[in-house]
């Protein structure tokens, strides 16, 4: 599904060095798989993330999304790819304030070229269990309720992908645990996930984990099923 | 369907932010409120003034005053002179083309009793031809005849001001005033006119003969003024150096020497006017412009800081699928919707001074689809000179920076 062929990306800020943030990186991520990225901060895992995502597009190489090249798309083909094939989760939830959860929820749908949308916002908040806070706005929900809602943002296009951004940053132990029982859910249902994250923890829940040093991929783990089973009594 | 999706989602954007879209349409508001009141108010003016001086004037008539540099934008100290009825009648039968006149004497601020009751008003002596000539008639009653003039007759025609503070609730017709010792006879009461361009209330006024005020009253052989009917309308300009010619001859004024009378003609005043409008159609839209500039101004830097202090909202946007030309077209459809909001307001709270300061002066009814036009233009002027930077800017940002 995801094919990364030596992917550089390199800033130049004013003043300054250029910064190599990603140093050839390639790597392969299938259909239906649930991957950690994990790392330093500095690592470039959250550069890794924003071009997986279409956020950001890299100094060099070819990135493959299901069979297309997107390496050198233009911004509203980027912007149309990421309404339809891709959801966001990020730490700080980034829910627009004073507007209901419903509302929130289909963002997307505003920006979407689908003709039948009608309900899709309301389905997608029952799908993380906030059929009963449609109406609610983010400053009356709790941390976990926040970023359930974000979670069905994600969700509400249908996407083939979902990107998540240290998704359980911000969020106690307990809304954690929450969030990321919803990831294993969807990832059971057959989503691709890919899970940027320097904890240990929430890393240990995925099947894959890819690690991150000085913007070189250095290892890329697949470890046994108890671990997940393990991370699961957690 | 896009856009319209975007239109009303903006609307709402708009509708959460109650206190910073209120300030933001507080720009446009005093801008457009400013325009149409200025609009509106200098159109009611310009009409009354034109209504006015037709009233006054007609299409063919001559004015002489006594004194000189009488008339706006004329030589100041120009001598004062004496122009006496006996002069002014000869100059008139030199004339032929002249169909009628009325010589005019008066006292601008006299007391004037009726019983106990007591007012000031403006005391005109005139012909019996004033009727024709200045084209004002009396409502009820008869106003004097030629043989009253001829006899200096103490007969007084009495506008509606006059008869209110005077008679009250009697009926003045018959009644009797006194001016400066001399009783007067109520005859008539004068047409009703209202207030003219100078805002002079043109019903405080008693209209006597031309002759027993003269005689009777100020004891002088001179008179102010006269009006002059031509026939001919293509004749005024021609009978007004005519006339001016003769009077400077009688006069005994040598070549050199100013007038010290004054002639004015329709034309002349149609000048007048047009300087008045200038300064109203020129001078006065600059300022109003000038406060919707600096209104934009407001706006726009309020909406820049809004797009600073929402970054992360338009990083968002990008992420879940807004194209750059979508968050343009948000943050332009905010401006013109708070623009407009402001802008529509501002067109009542202008119109209503508008129709408030006309009625002050009198002007009649102010309400102006030019005004109504440049307010609307103006609001979404605003909008567009206040949304397109702040939108531009939203759009170049780089949604992997915005979200960091």
Redesign the interface.
């Known amino acids: 599904m995801i094919e990364l062929a030596t992917i550089d990306k390199t800033y130049t800020r004013p003043g300054g060095a250029p910064v190599r943030a990603l140093n050839g990186v390639s790597l392969r991520i299938e259909r239906g798989e649930l991957v950690a990225i994990t790392g330093a901060s500095g690592s470039g895992k959250s550069t890794l993330m ?1 071009v997986l ?1 279409l ?2 597009r890299p100094t060099a190489g070819h990135y493959r999304l299901d069979g297309e090249d997107v390496s050198d798309l233009g ?2 083909a980027l ?2 790819l ?3 094939r891709i959801g ?1 989760v ?1 730490q ?1 939830f ?1 829910l ?1 304030p ?2 209901s959860a419903l ?1 929130n929820v289909e ?2 749908l ?4 689908r003709a039948a949308i009608q309900g899709l916002g309301r389905r997608a908040l029952e799908a993380v269990g906030l059929a009963d806070r449609v109406d609610h706005r983010p400053g009356e929900l709790s941390g976990g309720q926040q970023q359930r809602v974000a979670i069905a ?1 994600a969700l509400v ?1 249908e996407p083939d992908l979902l990107l998540a951004d240290e998704p359980t940053g911000n969020l106690d132990e307990g809304s954690a645990a929450e969030i990321l029982a919803i990831f294993r859910s969807l990832h059971a249902a057959g989503r691709t996930i890919v899970i940027v994250t320097h904890d240990p923890a929430v890393a240990a829940h995925c099947e894959r984990i890819l690690r991150l040093e000085a913007g070189r991929l250095t290892a890329d783990d697949r470890p046994a099923v108890a671990v997940v089973a393990a991370g699961e009594g957690a | 369907m896009r856009t319209a999706r975007l239109l009303k989602h903006s609307l709402r954007s708009v509708g959460r932010y109650k206190l910073r879209s209120g300030f933001m349409m507080l720009g446009s508001l005093v801008g457009v409120a400013a325009l149409t009141l200025v609009i509106a108010v200098g159109q009611g003016a310009e009409r009354k003034l034109v209504s006015t001086v037709r009233q006054l004037f007609g299409g063919s008539s001559v004015l002489v005053i006594a004194g000189g540099g009488r008339l706006m934008g004329g030589p100041r100290g120009a001598p004062a002179g004496r122009m006496t009825l006996a002069e002014m009648e000869a100059v008139v039968k030199a004339l032929p083309e002249v169909e009628a006149w009325d010589p005019q004497q008066g006292l601008a601020a006299e007391p004037v009793r009726h019983g106990d009751a007591s007012a000031t008003a403006r005391v005109l002596g005139q012909s019996e031809r004033t009727e024709r000539v200045w084209n004002r008639s009396v409502t009820r009653g008869e106003p004097f005849d030629a043989a009253a003039v001829a006899s200096s007759a103490r007969v007084a025609l009495i506008g509606e001001t006059v008869a209110r503070e005077l008679f009250r609730d009697e009926d003045p017709l018959g009644g009797e005033i006194q001016i400066g010792g001399v009783r007067f006879r109520v005859v008539g009461l004068l047409e009703r006119f209202g207030t003219d361009a100078h805002g002079m209330d043109r019903d405080n006024e008693v209209v006597v003969p031309i002759s027993t005020l003269m005689r009777r009253v100020m004891n002088v052989d001179t008179i102010q003024a006269a009006k002059l009917l031509v026939k001919e309308p293509s004749r005024v300009e021609a009978t007004a150096r005519e006339v001016r010619r003769l009077l400077r001859d009688r006069h005994a004024l040598a070549a050199g020497q100013p007038d010290d009378f004054t002639v004015i003609t329709a034309v002349q005043v149609q000048r007048m006017v047009g300087k008045v409008e200038r300064i109203l159609f020129l001078f006065l839209p600059l300022v109003a412009a000038v406060s919707l500039v600096a209104g934009s101004v407001v706006s726009a830097s309020l909406m820049l800081a809004s797009v600073s202090a929402r970054v992360a909202e338009i990083g968002l946007r990008r992420a879940v699928g807004a194209r750059p030309g979508d968050i343009q077209t948000q943050f332009l459809l905010e401006t013109a919707l708070t623009a407009l909001g402001g802008g529509l307001a501002g067109l009542v709270l202008g119109s209503a001074v508008a129709e408030l300061v006309a009625r002050r002066l009198a002007l009649g009814g102010v309400f102006s689809w030019q005004a109504l036009l440049a307010g609307i233009g103006a609001a979404a002027v605003t909008g567009l000179l206040a949304g397109v930077a702040p939108a531009r800017r939203a759009a170049r940002l780089q949604p992997a920076d915005a979200l960091r």
């Open positions: 924003n995502g956020l950001d911004v509203d912007a149309r990421r309404n339809r966001f990020f700080a980034h627009l004073r507007t509302e963002l997307p505003l920006y979407s070229d943002r296009n």
